[in-house]
C-alpha cells in the first residue's frame, strides 16, 4: 500500500510564502519523478513544478522564479516553497509521484495526493 500525504496549505496575504511537503509512505522500493499540479476555480489542472529522481525541475512559466521544488529522497519527500504568492496561485495543490512497490519493483504506478487549499487574499 502507497500513498502520498501532503501538508503545508493554508491562507496567506499576496506577496507571502507557504511551504508545502508531499511525503510518500508505504512499501516503496523507488520514487521516481515527483511534482506538484494545481488546479484553479473554473480552469483545468495543469502542472505547477516537477522535479525528476535526478533533481532537475521543471517549472509553468507563471510560476518561475516564485516557486521552488526540491526533494529528499531519503525521506522520499517533494516540497514547494511558494514566495511572492499572488492571488491567481489560489487553487488546490495536488502532489504526484512515479513510484515502485517492492512487491513489483519492475513496474511503476502514478499516485496521487488527496489535495491541499492554498488561498491567497488580496
Known amino acids: 500500500q502507497v500513498q502520498l500525504v501532503e501538508s503545508g496549505g493554508g491562507v496567506v496575504q499576496a506577496g507571502g510564502s507557504l511551504r508545502l511537503s508531499c511525503a510518500a509512505s508505504?512499501?516503496?522500493?523507488?520514487?521516481?519523478?515527483m511534482g506538484w499540479y494545481r488546479r484553479a476555480p473554473g480552469k483545468q489542472r495543469e502542472l505547477v513544478a516537477r522535479i525528476t529522481s535526478g533533481g532537475t525541475p521543471t517549472y509553468a512559466d507563471s510560476v518561475k522564479g516564485r516557486f521552488t521544488i526540491s526533494r529528499d529522497n531519503a525521506k522520499n519527500t517533494v516540497y514547494l516553497q511558494m514566495n511572492s504568492l499572488k492571488p491567481e496561485d489560489t487553487a488546490v495543490y495536488y502532489c504526484?509521484?512515479?513510484?515502485?512497490?517492492?512487491?513489483?519493483?519492475?513496474?511503476?504506478?502514478?499516485?496521487w495526493g488527496q489535495g491541499t487549499q492554498v488561498t491567497v487574499s488580496s
Open positions: 504526484n509521484a512515479d513510484i515502485s512497490r517492492i512487491s513489483t519493483y519492475y513496474y511503476t504506478n502514478n499516485y
Open positions: 508505504g512499501s516503496i522500493f523507488s520514487v521516481g519523478a
